[in-house]
Each structure stands twice: as structure tokens, then as C-alpha cells.
């Protein structure tokens, strides 16, 4: 069980992951963060159901939830900076991506996309050899169901892969599932992201070894269920198709 | 050759300079479509970050028009295969699907539409 602790001033919430696949939970140290937070006021903290491994600072790159990397900051990996602030809305680490970082931000004037939309995306700080994608995120407010969500498929030079998702989810989403086979495969909690610049609430799991589709749904305080449903074959599409690179 | 001519030859020589520069500076941040029944449905971008401006790591799918249809991005990367990128989560509504790729090989990319067909690859 991984386990995000935030420190009291800052308001109080848990972090975990069920693992419903029946792969072994991992230990995970208790973390605090926001140690260097900023004064803004912040609606809360975030989300993650990862193993935690080393310290909050090596998994964020020296960010910690709650921090916000000023514009140009090289942090890694260097060419991923932008002219803009992010804001740190979760770190943590997996088995085989390593560490990594989810953050909030303003989306810089593109060819694809206008200048200011609110963006999230979630980068590998030490993305293992081999794997074609560095991280992954989207820009834009969901649609009218609230809900969205992008992934990033990982592998190693031995062929080890893994599926991270993550996300945006309604206000009043206290969960997010991944439901397969009637079954709930995954879960993650969510938590409140900053309100400046994501509306909403974010989400991050990683998929079990071994599943292969399903849909997301999320999950109020009640136990009532999303009537809308996500599809997940397009993130395990990706998987299998970084999972046959060289 | 005359002055007039030198000075012609100079003037032309500098615009094929500049021009030239121009078309290497937009092989970033340039996208390519996909049309269907006479309506770009979708775009794939690719555009850089960071320290490393000179070649693009980001590509971006982006729906076009709200039919209910599906875009996502392709991108091709030397060494490696076409991989396709997340459906644009919040369909064509502002903004799109973001992928990052760090290893430097981002040679093209292209879009498709769900049950209408993908552009060409786009190579930078």
C-alpha cells in the first residue's frame, strides 16, 4: 500500500492503491511533502497509488507536491522545461518507469493549441533505456462528464513493460476504477488538484500485470458509481505497441 | 557583371538564405490533417521544449470537429516503429493529447480519425 501523507497545515489526506489483480502490494514509506510549499493557497494535495522508493525529493527531481517550478527550471529531463510555472501535483515512483512527476500548468502558444489552456502531464525523471516515451499528458478542460485521462507505457532493455494512467476527475469523484471481468482491477483515490489551473480532481494508477482492457469509472463518497464509463483499450494499445519496439 | 546585378545577386542569394532557414525553422511546430467528406477532423503537431529547440520531442493529437469521432496522434520513431498517442481526451473542445518523446529519433507523425482513416506521416 502506498501511502502520501501531507503535513496537517496543509490539510490531511491519504494516498493508496488497491491492487485488486492479486499482484503482491508493495511496501511504501510514509511520505511528507509539501515541505517547500508555497504560500498560494492551494486547494489540496494529490494523488498516487505508486511505490514510493527513496525520498520524496529523488522522485520529484528536488520537487516535492505542492512546489511549483518556476518557468526555465532545468530540471529533468532538461528539454521538457517550459517558459511557463507548473505546479507539482503528485510524485512517485514504479518498479520499471522509476520516478516520476505530475504536474499542472498553462499550455504555451503551439501549433496544435492556444496559449493558456489548463494542462496536466506526468514525465519520467529517469526514463529507462529503451523506452520511446519520456511522458505524457493533455491540455484542455475535460468534457461535459468531467472526466480524462492519458497514459504513459513504459519498458526496459529486458522487455519489462508497465501502464501508468492518470487524470482528471469529477469534483465529486472520490475513486477512480478500472473495471474488468465485473471486477474492479485497480483503484486509485483521488484528490483535489490546483484549483488555479486544473479544475476538478486528479488521478494516477498503475495498470496490473496482466490486464488488458476494461474501462475506467469513478467513484463519489457514497459508492455511487459514474454512469459514464471510459474505454482503456487505447492506453493498452499503446502498451502493446512500446512493448514491440526494439 | 554590373553593380545592378551584384547587388540582384546578393539581394536573391539572401532571400534563398532566409527562405531557407524559414522552411528548417518550420519543420517544428507544423501539423498535418486529416480530412473526411471535405472537414479537417484532426491534427498531429509536433513541437519542441526546452534547451532542445533544434528537434521536436512533443507530438500533439487534437480533434478538429465535434462528430463524435475519435482523433489520435501517430509518431514515428527512427530505430523504434510508429507509436500511437493517447484519443484526445476532451474531443474538439481547446486543446489536445500531449506525448513527449526524449530520445531525439521523433521523425514524423500523423493523424487519425476513428473509422475515417489517418493522414500521411508528416517527416520534420
Given at each position: 500500500?502506498?501511502?502520501?501523507?501531507r503535513?496537517a497545515?496543509?490539510?490531511?489526506?491519504?494516498?493508496?492503491?488497491?491492487?485488486a489483480?492479486?499482484?503482491?502490494r508493495?511496501?511504501?514509506?510514509t511520505?511528507?511533502?509539501?515541505?517547500?510549499?508555497?504560500r498560494?493557497?492551494v486547494?489540496?494535495a494529490?494523488v498516487?497509488?505508486f511505490?514510493a522508493?527513496?525520498?520524496?525529493a529523488t522522485?520529484?527531481?528536488?520537487?516535492?507536491?505542492?512546489d511549483?517550478?518556476?518557468?526555465?527550471?532545468?530540471s529533468?529531463?532538461?528539454?521538457s522545461?517550459?517558459?511557463?510555472?507548473?505546479?507539482?501535483?503528485?510524485?512517485?515512483t514504479?518498479?520499471i518507469?522509476?520516478?516520476?512527476?505530475l504536474?499542472?500548468?498553462?499550455?504555451?502558444?503551439?501549433?496544435?493549441q492556444?496559449a493558456?489552456l489548463?494542462?496536466?502531464?506526468?514525465?519520467?525523471?529517469?526514463?529507462?533505456?529503451?523506452?520511446?516515451l519520456?511522458?505524457s499528458?493533455?491540455c484542455?478542460?475535460?468534457?461535459?462528464?468531467?472526466?480524462?485521462?492519458?497514459?504513459?507505457?513504459?519498458?526496459?532493455?529486458s522487455?519489462?513493460?508497465?501502464?501508468?494512467?492518470?487524470?482528471?476527475?469529477?469534483?465529486?469523484?472520490?475513486?477512480?476504477?478500472?473495471?474488468?471481468?465485473?471486477?474492479?482491477?485497480?483503484?486509485?483515490?483521488?484528490?483535489?488538484?490546483?484549483?488555479?489551473?486544473?479544475?476538478?480532481?486528479?488521478?494516477v494508477m498503475?495498470?496490473?500485470?496482466g490486464?488488458?482492457?476494461?474501462?475506467?469509472?469513478?467513484?463519489?463518497?457514497?459508492?455511487q458509481?459514474?454512469?459514464t464509463?471510459?474505454?482503456?483499450?487505447g492506453f493498452?494499445?499503446r502498451?502493446?505497441?512500446?512493448?514491440?519496439?526494439? | 557583371?554590373?553593380?545592378?546585378?551584384?547587388?540582384?545577386?546578393?539581394?536573391?542569394l539572401?532571400?534563398?538564405?532566409a527562405?531557407?532557414?524559414?522552411?528548417?525553422?518550420?519543420a517544428?511546430?507544423s501539423?498535418?490533417?486529416?480530412?473526411?467528406?471535405?472537414?479537417e477532423?484532426g491534427?498531429?503537431?509536433n513541437?519542441?521544449?526546452?534547451?532542445?529547440?533544434?528537434?521536436?520531442?512533443w507530438?500533439?493529437?487534437?480533434?478538429?470537429?465535434?462528430?463524435?469521432l475519435r482523433?489520435?496522434?501517430?509518431?514515428?520513431?527512427?530505430?523504434?516503429?510508429?507509436?500511437?498517442?493517447?484519443w484526445?481526451?476532451?474531443?474538439?473542445?481547446?486543446?489536445c493529447?500531449?506525448?513527449?518523446?526524449?530520445?531525439g529519433?521523433l521523425r514524423?507523425q500523423?493523424i487519425?480519425?476513428?473509422?475515417?482513416?489517418c493522414?500521411?506521416?508528416?517527416?520534420h
Open positions: 500500500m502506498t501511502e502520501i501523507r503535513s497545515s496543509k490539510g490531511v489526506g491519504e494516498t493508496e492503491t488497491d491492487q489483480s492479486g499482484s503482491e508493495l511496501p511504501a514509506p511520505r511528507r511533502f509539501g515541505a517547500r510549499h508555497s498560494r493557497t486547494a489540496a494529490v498516487a497509488g511505490v522508493v527513496g525520498t520524496a522522485a520529484g527531481g528536488g520537487f516535492s507536491p505542492g511549483v517550478i518556476p518557468a526555465g527550471e532545468p529533468p529531463p532538461p528539454e522545461r517550459l517558459s511557463v510555472d507548473e505546479k507539482v501535483l503528485a510524485t512517485g514504479t518498479p518507469a522509476g520516478p516520476w512527476r504536474t499542472a500548468y498553462e499550455s504555451e502558444e503551439s501549433a496544435g492556444p493558456g489548463p494542462c496536466i502531464r506526468l514525465l519520467l525523471q529517469a526514463p529507462p533505456a529503451g523506452t520511446p519520456a511522458g499528458g493533455f484542455g478542460k475535460p468534457d461535459e462528464g468531467g472526466f480524462s485521462a492519458a497514459s504513459v507505457p513504459v519498458r526496459d532493455k522487455g519489462a513493460s508497465e501502464l501508468i494512467v492518470f487524470g482528471i476527475a469529477p469534483d465529486q469523484a472520490s475513486s477512480v476504477h478500472l473495471r474488468s471481468d465485473g471486477g474492479s482491477r485497480a483503484s486509485a483515490r483521488t484528490r483535489e488538484a490546483a484549483a488555479d489551473k486544473v479544475t476538478g480532481k486528479v488521478w498503475t495498470m496490473p500485470s490486464v488488458r482492457d476494461g474501462e475506467f469509472e469513478w467513484v463519489d463518497s457514497s459508492g458509481a459514474s454512469a464509463k471510459q474505454d482503456a483499450s493498452f494499445d502498451l502493446e505497441a512500446v512493448e514491440g519496439t526494439k | 557583371m554590373s553593380r545592378v546585378h551584384v547587388l540582384l545577386l546578393g539581394v536573391a539572401a532571400l534563398v538564405g527562405l531557407g532557414w524559414s522552411s528548417s525553422a518550420a517544428d511546430n501539423c498535418v490533417g486529416h480530412t473526411y467528406f471535405g472537414i477532423r491534427v498531429a503537431c513541437r519542441s521544449t526546452g534547451a532542445s529547440a533544434h528537434f521536436s520531442q507530438v500533439d493529437g487534437c480533434d478538429r470537429y465535434s462528430d463524435g482523433v489520435r496522434a501517430w509518431a514515428r520513431i527512427d530505430g523504434v516503429g510508429d507509436i500511437p498517442g493517447d484526445d481526451t476532451n474531443g474538439s473542445n481547446p486543446g493529447a500531449n506525448d513527449f518523446y526524449s530520445s529519433n514524423a500523423k487519425c480519425v476513428e473509422a475515417a482513416g493522414s500521411a506521416f508528416r517527416f
